[in-house]
């Protein structure tokens, strides 16, 4: 695996991979990486003859009151996980090679309307930040294709959505949620639940999959009384619900009684961790 920190030198290094034909998938990541993402390295080399990851804790994505600065930083071990898996290059650049003027006057990219709700709204900029450093990273490597993971839904939807709005020409991959046997989707973010909470903190899937079966199997259309259960029994299991939202899986507008392809989204709040899931569904 090569790897690199700075963007003309991993530039040069693609432009050979290019001049000899070779497609090449981008799998954009924060790091401290796990069973997840090495799921999407696996995915990203189905798709293409060479893989890239990034590496890359994008502070314009942070709230002033969030995470950043614990947000767990193990290089040493990703590289050593990377080495392990089918990875050709890793790239990850410092903050000033990503933001050289500064954050304050770096040019943003906004997806308007989609990114003002569900996580957008208790997370003001997060996507903006989420938009500007994929449009960057997709400027600097150049990719055929780009692997996300389902588990951010509405990252993927906004994703889309600024690939298509820009005519970026690069393809986007989505990747299954990778789950923990009792069913926890796996996350950087699940090293903040304490010991105590952990068995506990199933009942965010357990609560989408209810709203998902009450849907599909028992017929029901009463979507704000059902999103309104499904926190009900996260607020039951003793955990603060932020949101269940049930939504047009394209749009992620409010589900119509037509709608055929639904997403039930959620997001709560443990003592130290902010978890998010999804389940979709399809109705005949
Ligand atoms: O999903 C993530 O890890 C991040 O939001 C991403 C896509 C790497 C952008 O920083």
Not at 245 to 267: F, K, W, Y
Request: glycine share 6%.
């Amino acid at each position: 695996m090569q790897i690199y920190n700075r963007i003309a030198t991993l530039r040069q290094a693609l432009a050979e991979e290019r001049a000899q034909g070779r497609t090449l998938a981008l799998v954009p990541t924060m790091g401290n990486l796990h069973e997840g993402h090495l799921q999407l390295v696996r995915l990203a080399r189905q798709h293409c003859d060479r893989v890239a990851v990034s590496i890359f804790v994008n502070p314009l994505q942070f709230g002033l009151n969030e995470d950043w600065e614990r947000y767990p930083r193990t290089l040493e071990a990703d590289i050593a996980r990377l080495e392990t898996e089918d990875c050709d290059f890793l790239f990850h650049p410092s903050e000033t090679e990503i933001y050289p003027n500064g954050m304050a006057d770096q040019t943003r990219v906004v997806v308007p309307t989609m990114t003002d709700i569900l996580c957008g709204a208790s997370r003001p900029g997060h996507f903006e930040g989420v938009t500007t450093v994929v449009a960057k990273l997709f400027n600097i490597v150049q990719p055929d294709c780009a692997v996300f993971g389902v588990k951010d839904y509405q990252q993927l939807a906004v994703i889309r959505r600024m690939v298509e709005d820009l005519c970026i020409p690069v393809a986007i991959v989505p990747a299954p949620i990778a789950r923990e046997d009792d069913g926890l989707a796996m996350s950087s973010r699940n090293s903040y639940i304490s010991a105590a909470e952990r068995p506990g903190v199933t009942v965010l899937y357990q609560a989408l999959c209810w709203c998902r079966d009450q849907i599909v199997a028992g017929g029901r259309r009463d979507f704000a009384a059902l999103e309104q259960e499904a926190a009900g029994r996260i607020e039951e299991a003793g955990f603060r619900p932020d949101y269940v939202s049930i939504c047009n899986a394209r749009t992620l507008d409010p589900a119509a009684h037509d709608d055929g392809e639904m997403v039930v989204l959620g997001a709560m709040y443990t003592m130290g961790a902010r978890l998010i899931d999804n389940v979709t569904l399809t109705l005949g």
